[in-house]
């Protein structure tokens, strides 16, 4: 069996990693996923459509399982990584990731062990068999080159960080309708009748006469006035813009990390160039 991991410090990168392992041909039953953080396994569980199962280990001689993102490693899942084969420092380096809230992401990947481990790279993931950024203490290792010259390494760790996205919060704009009276002025017209009598002490003309001998009845006249008609128009009064603007600001973030001071000590009649003031007070020489 060739399997394959990588290791992934955030989610949105393990996730597109499954999706361009699954565009380039691997089986989704053979992808399996790994992650020992509740808020990350959830989260990733739900971008990939699989369920996030807590508390729970790959059943016997199962890889992968398309529809479950594991909590943690079985030991017949160790057993596996053994058999794929890999050292058993392997199964070390699988559950400090899982400890450190990293997400696994394993491939079976048959005769295409170098498609899967470029993929897993170009998305920023940490190939088991390559050096990966150091977080935490290892141990002093020697080597002697062929002119015996004796290397230690100094070790220090180094702090990386990582900016990821997250919702903090929305805005809603609403519109909300209210009523309220006004008062229009405006002026109307409206008549009246007046009644006025003359005295004319004057003869009837003939036309008179016989207008007012023939015409019996009553004399109509329409008395009119203006009615107000009010109608309503919508009108835009102004707008609100809103954008969404991002400021920068800068936080301070305390990490205690490992540093390296190397000692050498020399016993006997031995004369050692390079060191330090406090290293030759150290030095012990043998009794006279």
Do not use: C
Not at 145 to 150: N, V
């Amino acid at each position: 069996m060739n399997l394959v991991t990588g290791a992934f410090t955030m989610v949105d990168r393990a996730e597109n990693a499954v999706r361009a392992l699954l565009d380039a041909g691997f089986s989704d039953d053979d992808i399996g996923v790994y992650v020992h953080d509740s808020t990350k396994g959830g989260r990733l569980a739900d971008d990939l459509g699989r369920e996030y199962a807590s508390g729970t280990v790959p059943p016997s001689d199962v890889v992968a399982d398309r529809a479950t993102v594991y909590d943690r490693l079985g030991d017949r899942f160790k057993d596996i990584i053994v058999r794929a084969p890999m050292p058993d420092e392997a199964i070390g380096w699988y559950d400090n990731h899982l400890d450190r809230g990293d997400i696994l992401v394993t491939v079976v990947a048959g005769d295409r062990m170098d498609d899967a481990k470029r993929i897993i790279q170009d998305h920023d993931g940490v190939l088991y068999h390559h050096e990966e950024p150091m977080r935490e203490a290892r141990p002093v290792t020697e080597t002697r080159t062929t002119a015996e010259e004796l290397h230690v390494p100094v070790i220090d760790e180094e702090v990386v960080v990582e900016k990821e996205t997250r919702k903090v919060g929305e805005v809603v704009v609403t519109s909300q309708t209210s009523q309220e009276t006004v008062d229009i002025p405006t002026t109307v017209t409206h008549e009246e009748i007046r009644v006025e009598r003359r005295k004319l002490d004057r003869p009837l003309t003939p036309d008179e006469y016989k207008g007012a001998t023939t015409k019996e009845g009553q004399i109509r006249m329409p008395i009119v006035e203006e009615e107000v008609h009010v109608m309503k128009n919508p009108v835009i009064r102004e707008e609100l813009i809103i954008t969404r603007v991002p400021v920068s600001e800068r936080k301070t973030f305390h990490e205690t990390v490992m540093h390296t001071e190397p000692g050498v000590e020399a016993t006997g009649d031995v004369e050692v160039e390079g060191l330090t003031e406090e290293e030759r007070k150290r030095r012990r020489r043998p009794a006279a």
